[in-house]
Nanobody, 126 residues
């Protein structure tokens, strides 16, 4: 059974940091692309940084320099490190995995991904 479990969300003040682990099981993380997505209230789900299994990482412009994606293949866990958080980063955050896709515009599209975690709420507020 394929599972992706995202944790680490919560309430954080503007300028603060959070790290979201995505623990996976039921597939070999090393052989999959990992994507991070977020969905703010009333908006479509959009790609944030996404990491290809080849180690190439693509970042959406609004998070460049603030968010970092990493993975520990031995622990089958991916991570999203978020620094300098802004109000506009408030959303439900999801991790996803797929063996499909090889270029940036594919990896930033939710439809490319086959497996999804349940999402965790991140609220940036003072």
């Amino acid at each position: 059974q394929v599972l992706l479990v995202v944790s680490g969300g919560g309430l954080v003040q503007p300028g603060g940091s959070l790290r979201l682990p995505c623990a996976t099981s039921g597939f070999t993380l090393e052989h999959h692309n990992i994507g991070w997505f977020r969905q703010a209230s009333g908006k479509e789900r959009a790609g944030v940084p996404c990491a290809s299994r080849g180690g190439v990482i693509y970042y959406e412009d609004s998070v460049q320099g603030r968010f970092t994606i990493a993975r520990d293949n031995g622990r089958n866990t991916a991570y999203l490190q978020m620094n300098s958080l802004l109000h506009k980063d408030t959303a439900v955050y999801y991790c996803a995995a797929t063996q499909r896709g090889s270029v940036w515009f594919q990896l930033l599209r939710p439809a490319t991904y086959d497996y999804w975690g349940q999402g965790t709420q991140v609220t940036v507020s003072s």
